[in-house]
């Protein structure tokens, strides 16, 4: 099997460089890994394939790679392992180039403890899935010592060798065997899924750091709702996501929900975001979305779901946080969580309290009609509504109607002069200078004084200033 190498290889000139520079110098070079992979399994569907990374492995050390690439600005991220990374002259585009070698020794169950230079069969044979461990030549010629083409065929995940001692060296391979079924709409094999059942109660032995970046990655495919049923098979998701692992057999009104109890409902939800966004922050909303609910079942004697929201937000606050997602990504995501049923009664609100909810997270810079890059916050909480009706018998009817008033409030946006208006116009200075003291009636006045200039029922500060000292006469 052969590889056309200069389609391959179009879009990256530099790469084509690093190949040629090292087989001049009279040393081993092969592509490896993903891009070859993919290569393949495109070729195979008949799709066009546009290489995103092209790792490289050599017979050369790092060493010899520094010097023969010495005009060339070297990132030394890992060379006690055998690879540097070569960042391209022109454009920034950076290529991992690692030594062909052994490995041995997995005291810690991440890396090895001892690494030594070798040949370039044995530096497969360390690698962790079979369709993983294919490599071309400088011609394109493809290299499978360890079976990666007929499972790339039959489209399943096989450890490389005994699955145990794969997932021993690197426990957090578990998870890559999770995301490369999904990624690839492959299956995991027997053997191999056994193996995962085994030694899943390690998996949290692996950093918290390591388990996010490898769920995002889940997340990001375009099957994440059977990532999770994956996850909880192998038996993977009560470690590493016990809130989510704890909404099987919480029941719902069929009323509502036909599609089953809270856990179905999620993996639902999830499948509808697969087919429309790949976006992993939206998605761990969707995913959290009601895990309030076990708590707030119980609280309430099994009598209603009251509250779940507050819950959900708090629950997946604490969840987050233990994922060590960034504290912005965080608040993000809690906020979906908590508003996602408040923003489906967006049209039984009042004007003023619509535009709040809508402008929370406002980017001031964007196009005032651009409604995913103007108020992206808001847009996450449509499309989450989206993704919670159309996963329960509301379906359209829930969220038509939301999207239907999302667009008379750009409009009214419009008309009004914006949100930063309403702020500018009338302040808690102004206040402040009528006399009232700062605190809690102070904010309220705010409040409400803004929000009739944003339902339009205010249009000058003079009608601000005289509604306000209204307020302040009442308040006294």
């Known amino acids: 099997m052969r590889l056309r190498m200069d389609r391959l290889l179009a879009d990256h000139p530099f790469a084509g460089e690093i190949l040629r520079r090292l087989e001049e ?16 399994l495109a070729a195979q569907r008949g799709e066009e394939f546009v290489a995103q990374d092209v790792d490289i492995a050599t017979s050369a050390s790092p060493e010899e790679v520094r010097k023969l690439f010495a005009d060339w600005h070297v990132l030394s991220v890992g060379q006690s392992f055998g690879v540097v990374v070569l960042v391209a002259p022109r454009g920034g585009q950076q290529y991992e180039v690692a030594t062909f070698r052994t490995e041995d020794g997995y005291s810690d169950g991440r890396r090895p403890d001892r690494v030594e230079w070798g040949t370039l069969e044995k530096d497969v044979q360390r690698r962790d899935f079979t369709v993983n461990g294919l490599v071309a030549t400088v011609e394109g010629e493809v290299l499978d010592w360890v079976g990666g083409i007929p499972d790339l065929a039959a489209g399943v995940v096989r450890a490389i060798g005994d699955p145990a001692a794969r997932f021993a060296e690197d426990r957090l391979r578990m998870l890559r065997a999770v995301r490369f079924a999904c990624q690839l709409g492959f299956t995991i094999e027997g053997a191999t899924a056994a193996a995962i059942r085994t030694h899943a109660p390690r998996i949290t032995s692996v950093s918290w750091e390591r388990i996010r970046d490898e769920l995002l990655r889940i997340l990001a495919t375009p099957r994440s709702g059977e990532g999770i049923l994956l996850l909880d098979d192998l038996g993977l998701l009560e470690p590493i996501l016990p809130e989510i692992a704890a909404l ?6 069929e009323a509502y929900h036909p599609e089953g109890d809270v856990f179905t409902h ?3 939800a999830l499948r509808v975001a697969d087919g429309l966004w790949d976006d992993p922050r939206l998605k761990l909303a969707v995913l959290y979305h009601d895990v309030g609910k076990p708590v ?6 099994g009598e209603n779901m009251g509250g779940h929201c507050g819950i959900g937000a708090d629950i997946a ?10 504290k912005r990504d965080v608040e993000w995501v809690v906020h979906l969580v908590r508003e996602h049923m408040r923003v489906a009664r967006l049209p039984e609100m009042g004007l003023g309290k619509q535009v709040r909810l809508l402008g929370v997270g406002e980017d001031e810079r964007a196009p005032s009609g651009d409604l995913p890059r103007r108020y992206p916050l808001f847009a996450d909480l449509l499309r989450l509504v989206v993704c919670d009706a159309e996963a329960s018998a509301h379906r359209a009817r829930a969220w038509h109607p939301l999207l239907a008033r999302t667009v008379g409030l750009l409009v009214h946006l419009r008309r009004v002069c914006g949100i930063r208006y309403a702020r500018e116009l009338f302040t808690g200075d ?4 009528m006399g009232l003291p700062p605190g809690p009636q102070l904010g309220e006045i705010l409040d409400r004084v803004q929000e009739r200039i944003l339902s339009g ?3 000058t500060r003079d009608e601000a200033l005289g509604y306000a000292a209204e307020l302040v006469r009442g308040q006294r």
Do not use: K, M, N
């Open 430 to 433: 102004d206040l402040l200078a």
């Open 25 to 40: 110098a009279g040393h081993t070079v092969v592509l490896v890994g993903g891009v070859v992979r993919d290569a393949l």
């Open 266 to 268: 999620t993996v639902a």
């Open 248 to 253: 099987r057999g919480v029941p719902q009104p």
């Open 317 to 326: 606050a604490q969840a987050l946080t233990r994922l060590r997602l960034p």
């Open 457 to 459: 029922e205010i249009a």
């Open 296 to 301: 707030a079942l119980a609280r309430s004697g």
